[in-house]
């Protein structure tokens, strides 16, 4: 098993032109003692709206890693995979996110069930854990419930981190477990019932995404209750902490934030509650990088501000299908959408305003911004034409992208 470091930060590059910018976030960091893992993360639903290949992720990570001299870890995520889309990621890959969200549910064998309550008496009763002021309450029912609707999804874990375990061995590559894209979040019994299930299945993960309260929506700011997400958050640590003892999982195992970009609100209680108890932390920014190479075309103005406004009105025109994969994490009132000709009217200041995430501007319009996010498929179809602005206008663009994972994301999180 590869050793997962205690802070890895998720970096999402499109069209692999950003990691360069990415790295130089990393490397300022660094500088400032903030000691942070690169994970360049791409999902198979992405490489196939590109037309690209996880290889080509990889040789952007390692020549930015070359170029730049970094000398630390660095992690390439296979995000969001399945059994039917882990192959093409195994070469390149050396951290696996099974995601077993679509298995949530589906019922178990009543043997396996059956056979998970009388190997886990323990569950029964009045727990303790260490950080929870009241002890968690778990009848057998509840043991019961939890495991015929996520046994079968952790059984899935298991085949697929089989699989990826047949093809590479299991001494090079770092296991993570997805249940963030589901309906309604684990509450602290579930996720201690859930560990305990995952420990049962001999999967060894070191990072587990599960679903918080609220929304988290793509690229814009968390929505919801930051005092119930902060306890929900330091419980979960808590429930971790406790299964590692008592199952023997990885001491590494760490809590993972999805749609984790842009979160500002929740960043100042997650950065209280690692610093509180020495936890670790794995973060996804992915859709960031894509969003401020928009910003730079912007700022840069003439034809690349031209580009971007063309960018904006070919996602306003195929606005259903964009927003259609995406539809249980954006948002967006089609009614707070400027029309493709008031945008084709704006100065690079107005175009900057309204796509950049700062909330205590005026023309900062998240409706645009949630749109945009989803919107790369529409660069993905002007090819060499987007490719060709990004090499233009790199110099502005790469400022863009390293000051916002720097300043907005880096600092806040694990600053001083």
Same mark, same amino acid.
């Given at each position: 098993m590869k050793q997962c470091p205690k802070f890895t930060f998720g970096v999402g590059d499109r069209f692999a032109h950003g990691a360069h910018a990415q790295l130089q976030a990393f490397i300022a960091a660094k500088e400032l003692g903030i000691d942070i893992c690169p994970t360049w993360n791409k999902s198979n639903r992405e490489h196939e709206i590109i037309g690209s290949e996880p290889q080509q992720t990889r040789d952007a990570a390692d020549k930015a890693v070359k170029d730049l001299g970094w000398t630390g870890e660095y992690l390439l995520d296979a995000d969001h995979i399945n059994l039917s889309t882990v192959d093409r990621f195994i070469a390149p890959c050396n951290f696996f996110t099974l995601d077993v969200a679509d298995d949530i549910g589906e019922a178990a064998d009543a043997s396996d069930v059956k056979a998970f309550i009388a190997n886990h008496p323990e569950l029964i009763g009045s727990i303790q854990i260490e950080g929870i002021a009241e002890p968690l309450e778990i009848s057998a029912e509840l043991v019961?419930?939890?495991?015929?609707q996520f046994l079968k999804a952790t059984q899935k874990a298991k085949a697929i981190y089989d699989h990826i375990v047949t093809a590479k061995g299991q001494d090079d590559f770092i296991t993570e477990i997805s249940m963030d894209e589901t309906d309604n979040p684990q509450t602290p019994p579930e996720m201690l019932i859930i560990l305990a299930a995952i420990a049962d299945q001999g999967v060894p993960i070191q990072t587990i995404a599960p679903k918080f309260t609220g929304r988290f929506n793509k690229g814009v700011d968390y929505v919801g209750n930051v005092e119930q997400f902060e306890k929900e958050f330091n419980d979960d640590l808590a429930v971790i902490a406790h299964a590692i003892k008592a199952y023997g999982l990885p001491a590494a195992l760490k809590l993972s934030v999805h749609s984790g970009s842009d979160k500002f609100s929740i960043y100042e209680p997650i950065k209280k509650a690692i610093a509180r108890t020495g936890a670790g932390l794995h973060i996804k920014t992915a859709g960031t990088n894509w969003l401020e190479e928009v910003i730079g075309l912007a700022e840069a103005g003439g034809d690349a501000l031209a580009l971007a406004k063309e960018i904006y009105a070919k996602a306003l025109d195929k606005k259903a299908a964009l927003c259609e994969p995406?539809?249980?994490?954006?948002?967006?009132?089609?009614?707070?959408?400027?029309?493709?000709e008031e945008v084709?009217?704006?100065?690079?200041?107005?175009?900057? =305003? *309204?796509?950049?995430?700062?909330?205590?501007?005026?023309?900062?319009?998240?409706?645009?911004?949630?749109?945009?996010?989803?919107?790369?498929?529409? =660069? *993905?179809?002007?090819g060499d034409t987007y490719l060709d602005a990004l090499r233009t206008n790199s110099e502005v663009v790469a400022t863009k992208v390293t000051g916002n994972l720097l300043d907005r994301h880096m600092k806040p999180l694990f600053g001083g």
């Open positions: 019961e419930q939890t495991a015929n995406y539809a249980t994490v954006i948002d967006i009132d089609d009614s707070k959408l400027p029309s493709a084709n009217g704006w100065t690079s200041e107005q175009f900057v =305003a *309204a796509l950049t995430h700062d909330q205590s501007n005026p023309g900062y319009n998240q409706h645009l911004r949630q749109l945009l996010h989803v919107g790369f498929k529409i =660069a *993905a179809q002007l």
